[in-house]
């Protein structure tokens, strides 16, 4: 048994693919495309080779094969061969920036992500790989244990009317808090911890999540919420992740109506 991830059965379009992107780089280098060495080279027996060939003359990639059995791309192929190279060749180098991979471990990466990556994810990475583009980025229902490490994080936070927007406006329950937060991390699990002012109170403070209020849990002068009700972005331009989420304030823990809702987002670095 592995890891998620790995012992993936390889499906036929897969193996078609892998098969054309092989004789097209034996093409390039002038090596006749006979189903005995490619067998070899591939670590498969010449029988499932002689079926994906006849597969392949079918979708175009091949001529008729030679008395020989050598094979010939067709210019189909040959195109076809020369886009599945590129995007290898691409994803390989992108997972060696990304992830500190050695090649041997990003080429075998490469095999499998290029068969399912779609062209705008492709035309993304090989921006990525030119010109450093990266866009801002948005995620939510995710615990910040997966993103942060153990520990201690001040963030900055405010809470807004929601539907005062261009310009927006506090709410009025914010002059109550201290604006800055704190995000504990421990155990794959975290929490932010909204702080009141010294002698201030805020009444009781609920939360949405999955479309249901939930009373926040209160510990002396601090409210404290889970980590995954927010939906975050994180900026391309700097390196500060948003995260927003419903809450409401309410007297004596009585239901929260509409007008007692409130915007809250929190800035982390």
């Not at 092989?22 to 010449?46: F, H, Q």
Request: hydrophobic share 40%; glycine share 8%.
């Amino acid at each position: 048994m592995g890891g998620i991830g790995t012992n993936v059965p390889v499906n036929m379009e897969e193996k078609e693919e892998d098969f054309l992107e092989c004789m097209y780089l034996w093409w390039r280098a002038g090596r006749p495309l006979l189903l005995v060495d490619l067998a070899v080279e591939m670590k498969t027996c010449k029988r499932e080779l002689n079926s994906l060939a006849k597969r392949m003359f079918k979708h175009g990639y091949l001529e008729e094969p030679a008395v020989n059995g050598e094979l010939f791309l067709t210019d189909f192929g040959k195109s076809q061969g020369m886009e599945c190279t590129v995007r290898h060749q691409k994803l390989m180098q992108f997972f060696q920036m990304v992830s500190g991979m050695g090649q041997e471990e990003a080429t075998q990466d490469a095999c499998r992500m290029e068969h399912v990556i779609s062209r705008k994810g492709m035309d993304g990475i090989s921006n990525f790989l030119k010109y450093g583009d990266t866009y801002d980025r948005s995620f939510g229902h995710t615990d910040l244990s997966a993103t942060y490490e153990d520990g201690i994080y001040d963030a900055l936070m405010a809470i807004y009317e929601p539907e005062k927007r261009n310009p927006r406006f506090l709410a009025k329950e914010f002059e109550k808090f201290k604006a800055v937060t704190v995000l504990k991390v421990k155990e794959g699990s975290s929490s932010f911890f909204l702080q009141l002012k010294q002698g201030q109170d805020a009444g009781a403070l609920w939360y949405k999540k999955n479309g249901k209020w939930i009373l926040a849990a209160r510990k002396k002068d601090c409210f404290k919420l889970p980590t995954d009700i927010f939906v975050y972005t994180i900026s391309a331009a700097v390196p500060v992740a948003e995260g927003k989420a419903m809450i409401a304030f309410t007297e004596n823990e009585t239901w929260p109506l509409m007008a007692d809702s409130r915007e809250l987002n929190i800035h982390l670095w």
